[in-house]
């Protein structure tokens, strides 16, 4: 073997060490991506039987009977209270996911606050569900910025959208926004960010529910 030709162990494990570090920088890449992912929504929960059909404005609904219950939804909110879902069964909850980084839901949170403002009266009640934000510091500042008022329960690692059934939401698909009946089950459901009016239609049908 010509010394053109050889190589030294030493050589070899620095290569070895260079592939290592290179598809280790690619992995961190692609896994920061998958962590900042910000979509304007889709139509695909992953799979699963949720009984929705989807409509022609990109909201899904299902039928009464046909309804998965809200998983448990309690914990700490932005605000440091604790807050529990389940308290406000008999009302009409609007679930929304949203984080401070993500530009669509700067989009569309006065029209929630607005929204918000219009039904509490009429047994309509909002809750957000902060993810992703690393502290709660940038999630209150959206909060006062955008003038939100009602509560949102931090959760930073995604824990609280887990609970829900398979298929219901996709985590990459932020915001999104769920709205329970009076009895905690699940009637509209939409992964992308809603428009005032496209909320209120939203909303309406199971508030109209006797």
Known sequence: M??????????????????????????????????SACTSGGTSGGGGNTNFVLGKDGIATADKGERAA??????????????????YKGQVVVLNV??????????????FEKVYQDLKGQGVQ??????????????RAFEKQ????YQSLYDP???????????TLNPQAIPSTLVLDRDGKIAA???????????????SPVLAEK
């Open 2 to 35: 010509s010394a053109a030709t050889r190589t030294s162990p030493r050589s070899t494990t620095r290569i070895r060490s260079r592939r290592t570090a290179a598809l280790s920088s690619v992995g961190v890449a692609v896994a920061a991506l998958l962590l």
């Open 70 to 87: 809200a998983p448990d939804l309690s914990g700490e909110t932005v605000d440091g209270k604790q807050l529990d879902v389940a308290a």
């Open 98 to 111: 949203w984080g401070s980084w993500c530009p669509p839901c700067r989009a569309e949170a006065s029209g």
């Open 126 to 139: 909002f809750v957000g569900i902060n993810t992703r934000d690393t502290s709660t510091s940038p999630a």
């Open 146 to 149: 955008y003038g939100v008022s």
């Open 157 to 167: 690692t995604g824990k609280l959208m887990l609970r829900f059934a398979k298929g």
């Open 189 to 203: 459901r939409s992964l992308s960010a809603l428009s005032e009016e496209k909320l209120r239609k939203m909303i």
